[in-house]
């Protein structure tokens, strides 16, 4: 069965230092969104991308987030600098089309000291 | 601005009960409600429901939607310790782009 692709899966980093993420979606899946699932909450939408183009990130703190998919399909993830409230999971999924039911990777976690 | 909200947060049962889970929202334009399981890792789709009153099945688990009273039911019978895990629920607005707004999940622990 086809996979989203993340890595690393656990990442711990000191505040104030850069960190990536990266995802690679189910071939031919347009549409690729980066969740945070912070401990107790359901995910939230970060960014969407529709092939290399972003979509939504109303919700990404543009002073230390940062998203690219350059040729549109696999992504990266940044923040810096990092601070404490960013330890989280972050999730990447990707669908077909946009209101298809997507499919999840597995998550990196984010420990931030 | 939109809302999905989960109750119970979270449930204890033992082995070979029947629960249920509900997911209460106010979407504008809503389009389709989605559940997920996540055990230690990435959420995995469930059912998506989009018409009022159609049950889907899957094994043990089942769904509903009621469109009128804006809620969705999640039921799982003769659970086992494997049902354990953070059910969450999604909708879809018709007008967006495929973004998921999420209630806070409800954690349930099935004892042996």
């Known amino acids: 069965e086809a996979e989203v692709a993340q890595s690393p899966r656990y990442k711990i980093t000191e505040k104030s230092q850069a960190v990536a993420f990266w995802c690679d979606p189910i071939s031919g899946h347009a549409t690729l969104y980066w969740y945070r699932q912070i401990l107790g909450q359901g995910p939230e939408l970060l960014v969407q991308?529709?092939?290399?183009?972003?979509?939504?990130d109303s919700q990404l703190p543009k002073d230390r987030f940062s998203a690219e998919r350059l040729k549109g399909v696999d992504s990266t993830l940044k923040i810096q600098p990092a601070e404490l409230g960013d330890s989280a999971m972050y999730l990447c999924?990707?669908?077909?089309?946009?209101?298809?039911?997507?499919?999840f990777g597995s998550g990196t976690r984010l420990t931030v000291v | 601005e939109d809302k999905v909200v989960q109750s119970p947060l979270s449930l204890v049962v033992h082995e070979g009960d029947t629960v249920t889970l509900n997911c209460s929202y106010e979407?504008?334009?809503?389009?389709?409600l989605l559940w997920y399981k996540q055990e230690k890792k990435a959420p995995t789709f469930l059912f998506m429901l989009?018409?009022?009153?159609i049950e889907k099945k899957s094994g043990r688990l089942s769904s509903i939607l009621d469109k009128k009273e804006l809620f969705s039911i999640l039921n799982i019978t003769a659970t086992q310790t494997g049902d354990s895990a953070v059910y969450l629920c999604g909708t879809y607005r018709s007008s967006n782009t495929g973004k998921l707004i999420f209630g806070q999940g409800t954690t349930l622990q099935v004892k042996p």
């Open positions: 999924a990707s669908s077909l089309e946009p209101l298809d039911g997507y499919t």
């Open positions: 979407v504008t334009n809503f389009r389709s």
């Open positions: 989009t018409s009022s009153g």
């Open positions: 991308f529709q092939d290399e183009s972003v979509v939504d």
